[in-house]
Each structure stands twice: as structure tokens, then as C-alpha cells.
């Protein structure tokens, strides 16, 4: 009765609450410590905001310490408030961190596609250009053939012909892979324009996401020692 008579005095609508209902609150010193030992756990911050359970009990601690916000030290308020502004920012954050490092890897997988489809032209222009050159010079060949071989002239020239019409298709061949490549060029300028823009997005992420590292790291260490909090 000592207890709750005290209450009444500190928080008065907690002892409400308390009488009301019969739920028994934590300490603050016990929240304290529950939280200490929940930061100290953690290897690091995306642990935290991956894990379900973590982020649970992350929130349910905060919301215990704002109830008895009114017992609490100045200075011990204070760190809670930033402890708490801390990680609700930098979870707000993860996904939108998540996506951009998505889009920017699709862009990688796209550019990778890109280039297949450039070294695949690029190697089917070589066999057609060899192609076409070794036709041509069958062509040169047969047409001296033509003036020492009258009586072969027929059948020659039905061979080169034929050889000609091999080069027309390796021109059309050539022509259609050439608006092909001019439509992956143009799909490549603009794949690297937004891919540069990604890997700026992409570095701000990482570089936010190792301050965060290092913040986190120092709000551990600057864990406050609980002397003189009042126990409920």
C-alpha cells in the first residue's frame, strides 16, 4: 500500500491504471536495462530492422519508458528521446534504402544484358564481314575465270550470280543488325546515364547506412549508468 500511495504522488494516472486494471508495469530501471541489454545484443543496426521480433520488443520498451517519462532524469530522458528518434528514423529509412539498392541492381542486370547482346552482334558482324570477304573474292576470282573460260561463261556466271545474291542477304544482314545495334546503343546511353545516377544514389545509401553503423555504435557506449531512478 506504501507503494502505491507513492504512486499516486509520482504518476498518479499510471497508479490509476494500475489499481484499474491489475497490470503489474515494470520498473523503469528494469526497462532500462532491458533496453541496455537489447542494444548490446544486437551485432548491428540491420539486424534490427530485418528482425521482426527485435523491432517488437524494441517498441515495447520505448512505450513503457514514455509512460513513466515524468520519473525520469533529465539526462536519462534525454537519451532515451534520442535512442528512440535514432531508430525510428533510421527503420523509416531501411526500405526506402532497400529499393533504391534494387533498382540499382536491376540496372546492373540490364547493362549485363546489354552487353551480351552487344559481344552476340558483335561476333555475328565478324562472320558475316569474313563471310562477305571471302564471296568477294571468289567473285573476283570467277570473273577473270569468265574471260580465259568462253565455254564455261554459263555456268560461271550462274555461280556468281548465286554467290551475289549471298552478298545481298549479308548486306540486309548487316543492314537489320545495324538498326539493332543503333537501338541497343541508344538503350546503353541511356542505361549508363541512369545507372551513374543510381550509383550516386547508391554510395549516399551506403555511406548513411556506415554513419548509422557508427551512431549506433556510440549510443551504445554512451549508455547512462541508472543511480537515483525512482522503482515503481
Known sequence: MEDINKLIEEDPILALEKLLTGVQSYSIETLLQE????????????????NQESKKKLFSLFHGLNQH???????????VEKVQNFFNDNISNHATSQEVLKKHNQLLDSK???????????????HIDNETSIVNA?????????????????????????????????????????????????????LLSELASSEVNAEEVERARNLAKEGFANL??????????PKI
Open 220 to 229: 551504445k557506449s554512451l549508455f547512462p549508468i541508472f543511480y537515483g531512478i
Open 69 to 79: 517519462q515524468g520519473l525520469l532524469p533529465y539526462d536519462v530522458k534525454e537519451y
Open 35 to 50: 533496453l541496455k541489454n537489447l542494444m548490446e545484443s544486437l551485432s548491428d543496426l540491420d539486424h534490427l530492422v530485418s
Open 138 to 190: 571468289q567473285i573476283h576470282e570467277l570473273s577473270l575465270q569468265i574471260d580465259e573460260l568462253r565455254k564455261k561463261l554459263a555456268d560461271i556466271e550462274k555461280q556468281r550470280d548465286d554467290l551475289k545474291l549471298v552478298v545481298n542477304k549479308c548486306v540486309v544482314q548487316k543492314n537489320k543488325l545495324k538498326v539493332e545495334c543503333t537501338e541497343w546503343a541508344q538503350q546503353s546511353k541511356e
Open 112 to 126: 549485363t544484358n546489354l552487353m551480351n547482346k552487344l559481344l552476340s552482334a558483335q561476333s555475328t558482324q565478324t
